[in-house]
């Protein structure tokens, strides 16, 4: 099929070429186009008759033109995967971006990926302790579970996504993940922050990077995540690594969506986002998860910055819909100083549940998380009260929450960005926290808890 | 023409077909790998086909090969249990052919066609036979007998039947003008099985979820929305209804959503007792799931699939409960398709039939006289996931006109873990009128009224917290203080029930209706004893209440309740002469 090449460009628009064509041409293609200056680029078919051929370029289109030749290569995008991908850095269409060698491909893996069979999933049931207190107690990360990072613009979530890719682990193991990284359209200086510190961490060696860069082509990030995601894919279910993705910023991806869909002249969705943005992100986001039979794993955390701080946005909406669960970063918290600024109140882990517990945390873990919540969310609420009848006018209880909510974020949810705490530590900071607050108003603690647990009887 | 030929243009999910003899709705078979679509367009010589699984690498020329047949399901023994993609391609087949990842271009029967069953014949030798009707029986789970019935449109006199262990392929039963039954039938899924005249339902369709059950019933028959944002409790309300309603067959619908939740519902389900049949909760379950990374054709089918299936055990004379999780998701399907066709779009770039087409899913529910006479109801129960969680979008709208029931999740509720996170001020039913005699007879005789006092308890909380928004609650009267504790213990001991715990998730009706009493209880005790000089503090902190809250989540609640009750009425009395 290769080879031929076609000089019939009728159209340009946006990062689309229309072209009439001879031969058949397959739905998902690649296509190489190569500018009469020499210039290669790229990109696939999204459209395919007998008539008229619509192929969307990952590049960009500038200084296309009729004398533009396009060949078609014959196949539907795949990457070159194997074991030498670890360690190596590579641009958002899968190029050698470290001034290494190319890829020797073990095999070539299809990047849309086919989607697991709902009856071959695992469900997920290993607790991963992340050292963060928020979130090993309250939004307790999964094995094989899809947890976003819903931010905004000026947050630290690079900070806290680096912490948790360095610190990750399962309890009592020190079985290591392997990183795969994926930006999608992020600045030069952010990148370089996430990889000086998975340099200087030594993370790089067992990590993949697929870089797409704010400067980089807009729809080549339609296929990075893919890319890298492809290559999750084979190290986790061909090769038994537990495989940990961090992709940022989800907010570029689908930028870039509604910029293909715009130059279709799509009927457009909420704000201009293509109707099928929800299928097209399940489809990465799916593809997390733990598989019967294979060893590997694959955890994601996507980061996402929420434009105008707005969590009613299609982008993190879409998400929230289908991802199993999220961390939401605050930016008044982080106005307050407080590191990591995370809003635990509408934050949450959905697989939480079948991960916590006696055998795999602690006996308290459920009903201290259920405590500390209520007791924060009660106090926070009081400070709207407060506002308008003034402290005096609260009873004895509400006081001391209203208080704890305080002590809450400075103590509990402040650490230090390298402090790693167990999860026997978070707990325990918990119950010193709670004994703040008089037992009688602990409702959501049972009796045998506070003598096994409480402060004034452990001494 | 023939019912050969040939692609003409791909995009995405759509695929159009020229040269090729086509009608609407006919299946046909895409490309040299055979994939599976139906037409669902005619554009003169063109055909636009929905293609069912990913169309990458298919290239204009291909052949398309129009099968003549209807898109249909295959109903027999067998149904029970399985976990089916869209279009009736079993889950578990399917790993056997391509592992763990779903690949294209496999066909696989809806159940194993060379499995026998025992067939029971309940008609002899010279009877005459009517459409619809039963005229064997296969003990299909230990719970469910799957009657065999005469296909509709057919009927004649037995010219032979068969008794004994036969697949679903050979024939069981001859009539005298050769018409040759198996126990299987197909149906064609867009279209609604036939009955005979549909009943006003009058029957609750009893969850266990006191909320529901109490201030919202559903009818078995009815049909009720669940809108909610994400994280509001859709899914794990459709699971609780999946799990403990008194339905005696439930088709659950996973379209467009996640994989783990089916995994999930596929590990836990196998463990779990029907409280209503004290057996395994999978006898009396049928699994669609079609996630959100599977093609989005099939979700489209995925609903009438499961539709299907639930009327099919309807004519059996079966109550059938069927969860949709998320008909938003089969919606946006309808949308992605739509624009695919690059049809004049209405609200929202969805398709202008999008009301109707949800307006006659929800009509395929109902309570129904079945062909042979019998009464058999199919209740639909469809989560709505709006976006942002603002119900004032096409989906939720098209829903709320047409269903009876309404059940608003609130993210505000979920926020404080009040969970199920159910509005009582905005959520409705409009089947209480017809539920009412039910409740009187089979409850209790002030059934209704007992509710009444529930919910105008819940009333007038809500207009007390506006004021003490304004004031804080001290500045209340004594009075109206103890109507908001009361409408506390509403909330937290009644409305509340968290789905996973083990004893409460589920609550007998019986016993909802003595919790509601409890409540009321309290609040007459308390007005006597504030009335003799009683404080208020004493009153709410006397630990038999605490003890009569606690009491929920262990067994055997319903058998010592009314002593808690009498206890708790005694402290309170006694809290007059502390004072
Ligand atoms: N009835 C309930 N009891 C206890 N927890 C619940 C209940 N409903 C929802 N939840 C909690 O809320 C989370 C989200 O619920 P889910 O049903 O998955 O929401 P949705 O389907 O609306 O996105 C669950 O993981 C669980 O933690
Ligand atoms: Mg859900």
Redesign the interface.
């Known amino acids: 099929m290769t080879g031929k090449e076609y000089r019939t460009i009728t159209d340009v628009k946006g990062p689309l070429v229309f072209l009439n064509k001879t031969e ?6 690649i296509v190489t186009l190569r500018l009469s200056n020499g210039e290669i680029k790229n990109g696939q078919v ?5 008539d008229l051929v619509i192929v969307q370029v990952f590049e960009g289109t500038a200084k296309i033109n009729r004398d533009t030749g396009v060949t078609f290569m014959g ?2 995008f795949k990457l070159p995967v194997s074991t030498d991908l670890v360690g190596r850095i590579l641009d958002g269409a899968g190029r050698p971006r470290d001034g290494g060698p190319e890829i020797v491909a073990d095999e070539k893996a ?1 990047i ?13 049931h290993d607790f991963i302790q992340t050292g963060i207190s928020a979130i090993d107690c309250c939004t307790t990360l999964v094995r094989g579970q899809k947890l976003p990072i819903f931010s905004a613009s000026g947050l630290p979530h690079n900070d806290i996504a680096l912490q948790i890719a360095r610190q990750a682990k399962l309890k009592d193991s020190d079985e290591e993940f392997i990183v795969v990284f994926c930006a999608m359209g992020i600045t030069a200086e952010e990148y370089n922050f996430f990889r000086s510190d998975l340099e200087r961490t030594g993370a790089l060696e067992n990590a993949v990077l697929f870089v797409n860069l704010a400067d980089d082509p807009a729809v080549e990030r339609i296929i990075t995540p893919r890319l890298a995601l492809t290559a999750a894919e084979y190290l986790a ?1 061909e090769k038994d690594y537990h495989v940990l993705v961090i992709y940022t910023d989800m907010t570029n991806y689908c930028d870039a969506l509604r910029q293909i869909g715009a130059a279709r002249e ?5 704000r201009g986002y293509p ?2 943005m ?2 097209d992100l ?2 990465l986001y ?2 997390a ?1 733990i ?4 060893k590997g794993s694959i955890t994601q955390f996507p980061i996402l910055t929420m434009p105008g701080d707005d969590i ?3 982008i993190p ?2 998400s ?3 991802t ?3 961390i939401v970063i605050s930016r008044e918290l982080h106005q307050q100083g407080i590191y990591p600024p995370i809003n635990v ?2 934050s ?1 882990s ?2 939480m ?1 079948s991960c916590i517990g006696e055998k795999t945390t602690r006996d308290d873990h459920k009903k201290v998380s ?1 405590q500390m ?2 007791a924060y ?1 009660q106090g926070r609420e009081l400070r709207g ?1 407060v506002a ?2 003034g402290e005096d ?3 004895e209880r509400d006081k001391q929450l209203l208080d704890f909510s305080g002590v809450f974020e400075d103590q509990f949810l402040r650490q230090s960005r390298d402090e790693d705490r167990t999860i026997d530590e978070t707990l325990d900071l918990c119950w010193q926290l709670m004994a703040n607050i008089d037992t009688k108003y602990l409702v959501r603690l049972d009796e045998e808890l506070i003598k096994k647990y409480h402060p004034e009887n452990r001494a | 023409m023939s019912n050969e030929g040939v692609i003409y243009r791909i995009s995405g999910p759509v695929v159009t077909a020229i040269g090729m003899n086509a009608a609407m709705y006919d299946v046909v078979r895409v490309g040299h790998e055979g994939l599976m679509g139906e037409v669902i367009e005619l554009h003169g010589e063109k055909a636009v086909i929905q293609v069912y699984e990913d169309t990458s690498g298919i290239r204009p020329g291909e052949p398309v090969l129009n099968t003549e047949e209807t898109l249909s399901v295959s109903l027999g023994p067998g149904l029970l249990t399985q976990i089916y993609d869209g279009i009736q391609r079993p889950l578990a087949s399917l790993e056997e052919v391509m592992g763990v990842f779903i690949t294209r271009g496999v066909d696989a029967d809806a159940f194993d066609m060379e499995k026998t069953w025992t067939f029971e014949p309940q008609v002899a030798k010279g009877d005459e036979l009517v459409s619809g009707q039963v005229f064997g029986h296969v003990q299909e789970t230990e719970t469910i007998i799957h009657k065999i019935m005469v296909p509709p449109g057919k009927g004649g006199k037995v010219k032979s039947i068969e008794s004994g262990d036969f697949n679903n392929t050979q024939t069981v039963c001859v009539l005298e003008d050769g018409t040759e039954l198996q126990m299987m039938q197909k149906w064609p899924v867009r279209s609604p099985r036939p009955f005979t005249q549909k009943y006003a339902p009058d029957t609750p369709l009893v969850t266990g979820m006191r909320i529901l059950d109490f201030l919202f019933p559903l009818a078995k028959g009815g049909a009720a929305g669940i809108p909610g944002p994400f994280g509001s409790g859709k899914t794990v309300t459709q699971q609780s209804l999946a799990k403990y309603s008194d339905a005696q067959l439930v088709v659950y619908i996973g379209c467009g959503e996640r994989g783990n939740e089916m995994t999930e519902v596929l590990d836990e389900f196998p463990h779990l007792i029907d409280p209503n049949t004290g057996k395994p909760l999978m006898n009396r379950t049928v699994m669609i799931a079609n996630t959100s990374n599977m093609p989005v054709a099939a979700r489209e089918a995925s609903v009438y699939t499961g539709i299907t299936i639930a009327e099919y055990f309807r004519d059996m004379g079966y109550d059938v409960a069927l969860m949709a999780d998320s008909t938003s998701r089969w919606a946006e399907a309808m949308r992605e398709i739509s624009s695919r066709l690059e049809e004049m779009p209405g609200e929202e770039g969805y398709p202008a039939y999008l009301s109707s087409r949800i307006a006659e899913f929800y009509e395929r529910a109902g309570r129904v006289e079945t062909l042979n006479g019998d009464d058999g109801s199919v209740t639909v129960i469809g989560a709505v996931s709006p976006p942002g969680g603002d119900i004032s979008e096409p989906v939720s709208q098209g829903t709320l006109r047409i269903v009876k029931v309404f059940w608003g999740l609130d993210a505000g509720l979920a926020r404080q873990r009040h969970f199920p996170a159910i509005n009582w001020l905005n959520s409705y039913s409009l089947y209480p009128q017809s539920l009412d005699q039910w409740f009187r007879d089979n409850i209790a005789q002030d059934f209704p009224e007992i509710r009444t006092q529930i919910s105008g308890l819940l009333q007038i909380e809500a207009e007390l917290q506006e004021i003490v928004q304004l004031v804080g609650s001290d500045a209340l009267p004594v009075d109206q203080q103890l109507t908001l504790e009361v409408a506390r213990m509403i909330r937290e001991f009644f409305l509340q029930q968290n789905g996973f715990d083990p004893v409460d998730a589920y609550c007998d009706i019986k016993l909802q209706y003595e919790m509601a009493k409890a409540i009321l209880s309290f609040q007459e005790a308390a007005k006597t004893a504030m009335a003799d000089g009683a404080l208020l503090n004493d009153v709410v902190n006397v630990p038999a209440r605490s003890n009569l809250m606690r009491g929920r989540f262990e067994e055997g609640y319903i058998e010592r309740i009314e002593a808690m009750v009498k206890e708790m009425n005694e402290q309170i009395a006694d809290a007059v002469e502390a004072n």
Request: charged share 20%.
């Open positions: 058949p041409v397959a739905f998902g293609e999204l459209d395919t008759s007998d196949d539907v299809d849309i990926g086919a989607a697991i069979n709902p009856y071959s999933r695992q469900s997920p279910f799509e009927v457009p969705g909420r109707g099928y929800y299928t399940a489809m799916e593809r998860g598989v019967k039979g294979k009613t946005h299609p909406d879409l929230g819909y289908i199993e669960g999220q109140l509408p949450l959905r697989l549940g259920d919540y209520a969310a009260l308008i009848v006018a609260l009873n």
